[in-house]
């Protein structure tokens, strides 16, 4: 059975929207996206790979393997899945940032399905994915149950989901909104919302909630002096990642 259930929050569509142009600009308003994506690609392409046997050596490992790229944006996660051969679907409710991947896509000589819909049209439809990546997108929606409920309804029997949000602590505060929007400036300042936010134990329920198994989870921290981002097996206070599967 489907879900019909709308979990689309108008106000934070309309925040990316405004932002759109600019996603492909390294020193622009998704900065620190740009920054982090080495880390983000790392942590998925070993899950991915682990997941479904395949070596990350060969010329196109995950060719075969059918990709959603929930929350897609730009596409700076659905390019680099293209370029591995998979075959990707990259949507996204803010209708502006369709033809920003779009057009970046072709002038990358990538061919992937960009599409301006929601996860719960697509489950009604009855879309399949054996990979959803489904990255920085569930402290924006207004029923995250419903919305993780649409991603396993889409993923395969055994299939793999990799959802990255952030905790909510006193530390996440400060550094997610305080640090980011409003020292650094790197995000427009109400780009998120504290409250919105989602512990790892949370996280985990919901997943188990929307049938599916959460089988690893990690950090992801940035150095401030080295400029860098690292994944962590302790450290998930800010930002994190978890991994879950589909029972077959």
Not at 122 to 127: I, R, S, T, V, W
Not at 194 to 199: A, L, Y
Request: some cysteine; aromatic content about 8%; proline content about 6%.
């Amino acid at each position: 059975m489907t879900s019909t259930v709308n979990t689309i929050d108008p106000a934070e569509v309309d925040k990316f929207q405004a932002m759109a142009a600019e996603w492909w600009d390294p020193n622009g308003k998704f900065k620190p996206l740009h920054m982090l994506n080495p880390c983000r690609l790392d942590y998925i392409t070993q899950q991915i790979a682990a997941e479904y046997d395949r070596d990350l050596k060969a010329p196109l490992p995950f060719q075969g393997l059918r990709i959603l790229d929930i929350g897609c944006g730009g596409g700076l996660l659905s390019e680099p899945m293209a370029r591995l051969g998979a075959t990707v679907v990259g949507a996204d409710a803010a209708e502006r940032n369709i033809p920003v991947a779009q057009i970046h896509a072709e002038q990358s000589g990538l061919t992937i399905d960009y599409r301006c819909t929601t996860a719960e049209a697509m489950a009604e439809a009855g879309e399949t994915f054996d990979v959803i990546l489904n990255m920085e997108v569930v402290e924006h929606v207004a029923d995250p149950l419903g919305y993780l409920t649409a991603c396993q309804q889409m993923l395969k029997p055994g299939g793999l989901m990799i959802c990255s949000t952030l905790n909510r602590n006193p530390k996440s505060y400060f550094v997610a909104i305080i640090g980011a929007e409003h020292i650094m400036r790197w995000l427009p300042k109400g780009t998120h919302e504290w409250d919105k936010f989602i512990t790892p134990d949370e996280l985990y329920e919901l997943l188990g909630n929307a049938g599916l198994t959460p089988v690893d989870r990690k950090g992801f921290v940035f150095n401030p002096l080295a400029w860098t981002w690292r994944i962590s097996d302790k450290d998930l206070s800010v930002n994190y990642v978890t991994s879950s599967l589909k029972p077959a």
